[in-house]
């Protein structure tokens, strides 16, 4: 008996064995492939940092009829006009990478923000004259191009194009007394260029900033240097004053700022 048991257990293990070897195998499934990280496509997003100037310094002189004022030491020839502040905005642009990881990208970007660039300054001349001057910035915009080097989800960019800006420019001269006996304003939207470079980090999903956790919120430092030229300011004779001054006042700084932005197609 105990070898007819045995003898139907091997039987029945020959013959699973034989079964499962007739089984058709199971194709081999590779894992999915790791995403690679493109800076490729349009983004926007907000900005904050610090702007001051760099060349601040207002100049005075008389014209036709002739104003001894500056000659005699009653007029400032020239004042220093320094301007630092807050500024704010947002930006929207569109990358384009030649290779996906690592590699060239090349792109453009457009931003507006708020400046916080307010200065009047007074001087008091050798014959009791006080001059006054005012600058006001209320917001710089630029237009610029980008070019740099992405390694994998950090970029180093160089940049540069056009600027433009919101200024307002007034200067009085008064008597001793404190009349006032010169006077101009003017206000324009002046144009020049903007210049600099930054650096710019695809931040986790795991990120306290990146509230969509997703792979395409990113965070951004550069540093800009804006010229947008010089600007001449009529100073006329107000009531029975005779002639007129010339007040030239320059528009060049930098700032700094700190930037994240929401990429689209990651």
């Given at each position: 008996?105990?070898?007819?048991?045995?003898?139907?257990?091997?039987?029945?293990?020959?013959?699973?064995?034989?079964?499962?070897?007739?089984?058709?195998?199971?194709?081999?499934?590779?894992?999915?492939?790791?995403?690679?990280?493109?800076?490729?496509?349009?983004?926007?997003?907000?900005?904050?940092?610090?702007?001051?100037?760099?060349?601040?310094?207002?100049?005075?002189?008389?014209?036709?009829?002739?104003?001894?004022?500056?000659?005699?030491?009653?007029?400032?020839?020239?004042?220093?006009?320094?301007?630092?502040?807050?500024?704010?905005?947002?930006?929207?642009?569109?990358?384009?990478?030649?290779?996906?990881?690592?590699?060239?990208?090349?792109?453009?970007?457009?931003?507006?923000?708020?400046?916080?660039?307010?200065?009047?300054?007074?001087?008091?001349?050798?014959?009791?004259?006080?001059?006054?001057?005012?600058?006001?910035?209320?917001?710089?915009?630029?237009?610029?191009?980008?070019?740099?080097?992405?390694?994998?989800?950090?970029?180093?960019?160089?940049?540069?194009?056009?600027?433009?800006?919101?200024?307002?420019?007034?200067?009085?001269?008064?008597?001793?007394?404190g009349q006032p006996n010169f006077y101009g304003s003017s206000a324009h939207v002046e144009t020049g260029y903007a210049a600099g470079g930054g650096i710019e980090f695809a931040l986790p999903t795991d990120s306290v900033f990146n509230v969509?956790?997703?792979?395409?919120?990113?965070?951004?430092?550069?540093?800009?240097?804006?010229?947008?030229?010089?600007?001449?300011?009529?100073?006329?004779?107000?009531?029975p004053g005779v002639g007129a001054y010339a007040a030239r006042f320059r528009n060049e700084g930098v700032l700094g700022r700190f930037g994240l932005n929401y990429?689209?197609?990651?």
């Open positions: 008996m105990r070898k007819i048991v045995a003898s139907l257990t091997a039987f029945t293990a020959l013959t699973a064995a034989a079964s499962a070897a007739d089984l058709p195998r199971r194709a081999y499934t590779p894992p999915p492939p790791v995403p690679v990280f493109t800076w490729a496509g349009p983004y926007f997003g907000i900005n904050a940092g610090y702007i001051t100037s760099t060349k601040d310094s207002v100049t005075t002189a008389g014209v036709f009829p002739v104003n001894n004022g500056v000659r005699v030491g009653d007029r400032p020839a020239a004042l220093g006009l320094p301007r630092d502040g807050f500024t704010g905005g947002g930006q929207l642009g569109y990358n384009y990478q030649f290779t996906p990881g690592s590699g060239f990208v090349v792109g453009a970007e457009a931003d507006l923000g708020y400046t916080d660039l307010n200065r009047t300054r007074s001087t008091t001349g050798r014959l009791g004259g006080i001059s006054t001057f005012r600058e006001l910035g209320s917001f710089l915009g630029t237009v610029r191009g980008r070019v740099g080097y992405a390694f994998d989800r950090t970029l180093v960019y160089g940049t540069g194009g056009f600027a433009y800006a919101s200024e307002t420019y007034r200067g009085v001269f008064q008597t001793a007394t969509f956790h997703s792979s395409a919120v990113t965070l951004k430092g550069e540093a800009l240097y804006y010229d947008l030229g010089r600007r001449t300011v009529p100073l006329v004779a107000v009531g990429k689209f197609g990651s």
